[in-house]
């Protein structure tokens, strides 16, 4: 029912402005799924903008905003390694006003907001005792949500639903502001689930991302045992919108063969 609504709602809206994108080359995972786009880029990382900016005042108000230097560091170096592999899938993505933070938090969680805006909290470093390489997965991952456009696109399926064929107006106002979409964009970051089939093109694309800036894809299949022995009594937040381990490792194996090439010769002196 759901797609239903929102199909219809972007049949009405065609001409105002609903738009069939491809929002990333393929790479050698094979992401090539068309999205349904009712709201633009720019107005997107505009609202992005906002909600992170929120998120770095209350972590910077708590004391929580990079306290541990040399972990900040570590952090950024993964990031930096990562970005520069980027341009594989969105040659734009160079020119992105990137931007990596780590907040002291006992939460294992980490996020990407639309247009490269990173935050690891420290939880998930720290309680799982990451090597660089599975940190390098969760972040690949989270980079992969933001080369993807998910939050677009998840923003665009909520407008939909919600307004249906009022849309049109309402996002002229919206795109104006800038305010009701920054507080759609922080509940799509934290709080809406994503949906199975972008979470699985995260994975993917995360994965050849790690490969391509030198990490072992092994450790993507580590990282999500950990992830999964961490949820055994209660379900981290990293988890709570994200699909089984089991299945998602089962996905990550058969995907090696592809990703294990571009590590090695990443790898290679």
Known sequence: MKYLIFATACAALLLGGCQTVHTTAPGAVGVDRKQV?????????????????????????????????????????????????????????ANWAWDVNVQTTSELNAYCMPGGKIMVYSGLIDKLKLSDAELATVIGHEMAHALREHSREAVSRAYA?????GALGALAGIGDSGVQLAGMITQVTFGLPRSRVQESEADRVGLELMARAGYDPHAALTLWQKMAQAGSGS????????????????????????????????AKP
């Open 235 to 266: 379900t981290p937040a990293f988890l709570s919108t994200h699909p089984s381990s089991s299945t998602r490792q089962a996905d990550l194996q058969a995907l090696l063969p592809r990703v294990l090439p571009l590590y090695s010769a990443a």
């Open 161 to 165: 639903e919600q307004i249906g064929l």
């Open 37 to 93: 786009m009712l709201v633009s880029e720019a107005d997107v990382e505009q609202g992005a903008l906002k909600s992170y900016a929120d998120e770095l005042g209350k972590a910077r108000e708590k004391g929580q905003l990079n306290t541990d230097a040399a972990q900040a560091k570590r952090v950024r170096t993964i990031s930096e390694r990562l970005i520069k592999q980027t341009t594989v899938f969105r040659p734009d993505a």
